[in-house]
């Protein structure tokens, strides 16, 4: 295979710590054993750095993550996973059955599209002082659908016994849970799943209390 030095050159990773969406890449990253670099997006200092016309250059939606791979520059956690998936070695991150294949999208699906935007940092903003009982509501709205789909999914992970971009999804999502005060003991099969995951190294190493910019009284 000939490989250019655009290929050779590390993935640039821009994102922000506690931002599930750039979490999922960089569980991905890890599942892969991918080394990339990361270029920090607060979110918050200076009204948010990803409004800035220079960052809009890498995602028109401002909003991270924002990958720089292989000569091009992708956005939408999803995609860059997929696309990762497709262009690197190393253990599948979609199975090959079509059936299993279709679940996976659909609890990524349902997470990425279902959950998370609903209680992302610009809905929130919006929203104001009700922030906290509005991201409860989505949350739990969310799982409430997700728990008896993994009920009839999972085996050791959220579809059978191999690690997918649903699990990828899910781990960040729980996390969420967590900051808005959700109660996960009343979704067994999510809390069990999440407690799994979170013993895994890939999972470890691209937790947001262990990136180049989590804030000192928030790093592990």
Known sequence: MHLTLVSLA?????GYFRSSCSWRVRIAFALKGIEYDQVPVNLI????????????TFNPMQQVPAVEIDGITLSQSLA??????ETRPGPRLLPADPKARAQVRI??????????????????????????????HYINRGFQALEPILKQTSGKYCVGD???????????????????KVDVEQYPTIK????????????????PSRQPDTPDDLRA
């Open 192 to 207: 069990r799943l999440n407690e799994t995951l979170l013993e895994i190294e890939a999972f470890k190493v691209s937790h």
């Open 162 to 180: 191999e690690i997918s971009m649903a699990d990828i999804c899910l781990v960040p999502q729980v996390y969420n849970a967590g900051r808005f």
């Open 10 to 14: 590390k993935p640039v990773l821009h």
């Open 107 to 136: 609890i990524s699906d349902l997470i990425a599209s279902g959950i998370q935007p609903l209680q992302n940092l610009s809905v929130l903003q919006k929203i104001g002082a009700e922030k906290v009982q509005w991201a409860q």
């Open 80 to 85: 860059v996973i997929q696309y990762i998936d």
């Open 45 to 56: 200092k200076d009204g948010g750095q990803q409004l800035t016309e220079k960052f809009k």
